[in-house]
């Protein structure tokens, strides 16, 4: 079964500080990799997506994530923060080969301050 | 296009109750999830529906459960509600395997 760890339950910046959140996963097969947002009274939105080709994948909102296979990573960063960033962000992992769940971890609060 | 629709908003029940939550995805998706989302434990999924069947199942007792209609509109009941059961519980609809979901904004279902 596909598990997701995110290593930092809630991270505190400050205004125009890089970002990076970290994500492993555990599976052996071929797998998609999600970010989803949920901002402070909204409902949760993608980040943005890996499925193949270019491990380096940009998002909205100027975030990007890079997959490394051999680490099973697919860490979320952001050069410069802003107030707005503030939210709590969720990697998720699916099978690619089959129809499988969205599997989430458990997420990390992101908090940035002026 | 609208979004995932999830109604009540907010419900409260007591120990013992049962409770019915209702979802309707986006215009044309056919698979509906379900997932519970609390603090610290991030969304943990319950089921996934496809066309009126059941494809996926989590880790949940069996007091919990769901269904799909042919409009592709989506019910999740528990039944026996338990304190532990609050939580906000959230519908996601995709249109294909292995597209993203869209997730409505949830129902806050608290038990006391």
């Known amino acids: 079964a596909q598990s997701v760890s995110q290593h930092n339950h809630h991270v505190i910046l400050s205004e125009a500080a890089s970002l990076e959140l970290g994500c492993n996963y555990s599976y052996g097969g071929t797998v998609n990799l999600f970010w989803y947002v949920q901002y402070p009274g909204q409902h949760l939105q993608l980040l943005l997506k890996y499925f193949s080709g270019d491990p380096l994948v940009k998002g909205i909102k100027g975030f990007e994530a890079e997959f490394i296979k051999s680490k099973f990573s697919f860490n979320l960063r952001k050069p410069s923060v802003q107030w707005s960033d503030t939210a709590e962000y969720f990697c998720?992992?699916?099978?690619?080969?089959?129809?499988?769940?969205?599997?989430f971890g458990k997420g990390t609060r992101l908090s940035v301050i002026a | 296009k609208a979004g995932v629709t999830q109604t009540p908003r907010y419900l409260i029940k007591t120990r013992g109750q049962q409770v019915t939550l209702s979802c309707s995805p986006i215009?044309?998706?056919?698979?509906v999830s379900w997932y519970q989302q609390t603090p610290g434990q991030g969304l943990q999924f319950l089921f996934e529906y496809f066309s009126e069947t059941q494809r996926n199942k989590g880790n949940f007792p069996g007091r919990f459960s769901g269904r799909q209609f042919s409009n592709s509109r989506s019910e999740m009941n528990v039944s026996t509600l338990e304190l532990g059961d609050s939580a906000l519980y959230l519908c996601?609809?995709?249109?294909?395997?292995?597209?993203?979901?869209?997730f409505g904004s949830g129902t806050q279902l608290s038990v006391l």
């Open positions: 215009s044309g998706h056919r698979s």
């Open positions: 998720a992992v699916n099978d690619r080969a089959g129809n499988t769940p969205l599997v």
């Open positions: 996601a609809s995709r249109a294909v395997t292995n597209e993203k979901l869209f």
